[in-house]
């Protein structure tokens, strides 16, 4: 049936594939909780990103915190099952944002991984995945999602520096704080 869901979003618009997953985990639970992850190798400067098969441009991995899962377990889970990267260490809570798009109940918690190593099926395309790689810090992709650049941004202007977690919204157009 996942594979089946994947298809076919792969041929719908972006708008309406975020909408459609949003409903798709409404049935499962009242509310969502989603992690997008920073992985950053801070001396090098890149950032790994993720290109799904069911939406178009790149974006942070992440996805669903599962019922019975902390977020640093949905976060370290994410990174591995999408880039096939094992973090060393837990992740560190960066942000907590409300996502408006599609039904406004989406929360996100976003987490820098800067701790990490390369595992099995490292940046290896998959089932969801369609492509992942490294890119440097100065040169992102222009099909960039919005909020992941704007994450991004935030990171290398240091916005998220003293240790304070951040909170807002997850869109850019209407974000109160990064």
């Known amino acids: ?42 001396e090098r400067q890149e950032i790994l990103l993720v290109r799904h098969t069911y939406l178009r441009g790149w974006y942070l991995p992440g996805g669903g915190v599962e019922r019975g899962e902390t977020i640093a377990e949905a976060a370290v889970r994410e990174v591995r099952e999408e880039l096939g990267v094992n973090l060393s260490g837990a992740p560190d809570l960066m942000g907590i944002y409300l996502n408006r798009k599609g039904l406004g109940r989406d929360h996100v918690a976003l987490l820098l991984a800067s701790s990490w190593a390369s595992g099995n099926k490292y940046l290896e395309a998959n089932e969801e995945i369609a492509e992942a790689r490294v890119f440097s810090l100065n040169g992102l992709p222009e099909d960039l999602s919005p909020a992941s650049r704007a994450r991004i941004e935030a990171y290398r202007s240091g916005a998220f520096a003293g240790g304070q977690t951040k909170m807002g919204e997850w869109n850019p157009a209407v974000d109160r704080a990064p």
Do not use: C, E
């Not at 985990?25 to 992850?37: E, K, P």
């Open 1 to 42: 049936m996942q594979g089946f869901l994947l298809k076919l979003f792969s041929i719908l618009p972006t708008g309406l594939v975020h909408g459609l997953s949003q409903m798709l985990a409404l049935v499962r639970n009242g509310h969502t909780l989603g992690v997008r992850v920073l992985v950053v190798d801070s």
